[in-house]
């Protein structure tokens, strides 16, 4: 399985970007992707799952209602962030793994394939 990221940069306060996930090699029928982050000096921590099943979404309670997660047919998955502050600033990862029994884990443990990560820089 290889992910691909793209689509970081840096932005102004208030501003939007779009993240894109290439996946390839991820046969399952059913799978759940997702979108981590990390600052300097932080742990990882979950923003949002995609479950492929259901389409089923869930997101961290400091990005709801500005970061859209999605992914077409082509499995490609994106993230789409609006309203952007400086502390959204961090490398971005996308990831894949199986469901578990209760859909998308927020685990970083229960995704064993990820990407190499995009910067995203917000300036105030």
């Known amino acids: 399985v290889q992910l691909v990221e793209s689509g970081g940069g840096s932005v102004q306060t208030g501003g939007s970007l779009k993240l894109s996930c290439a996946v390839s090699?991820?046969?399952?029928?059913?799978?759940?992707m997702a979108w981590f982050r990390q600052s300097p000096g932080k742990e990882r921590e979950a923003v949002a799952t995609?479950?492929?099943?259901?389409?089923?979404t869930y997101y961290a309670d400091s990005v709801k209602d500005r970061f859209i997660i999605s992914q077409d047919n082509a499995k490609t998955l994106y993230l789409q962030m609006d309203s952007l502050k400086p502390e959204d600033t961090a490398m971005y990862y996308c990831?894949?793994?199986?469901?578990?029994?209760?859909?998308?884990?927020?685990?970083?443990?229960?995704?064993?394939?990820w990407g190499q990560g995009t910067q995203v820089t917000v300036s105030s």
């Open positions: 990831a894949a793994g199986p469901p578990g029994l209760y859909g998308c884990s927020w685990s970083e443990s229960s995704f064993p394939f």
């Open positions: 090699g991820l046969t399952s029928s059913h799978y759940c």
């Open positions: 995609i479950y492929n099943g259901d389409g089923r």
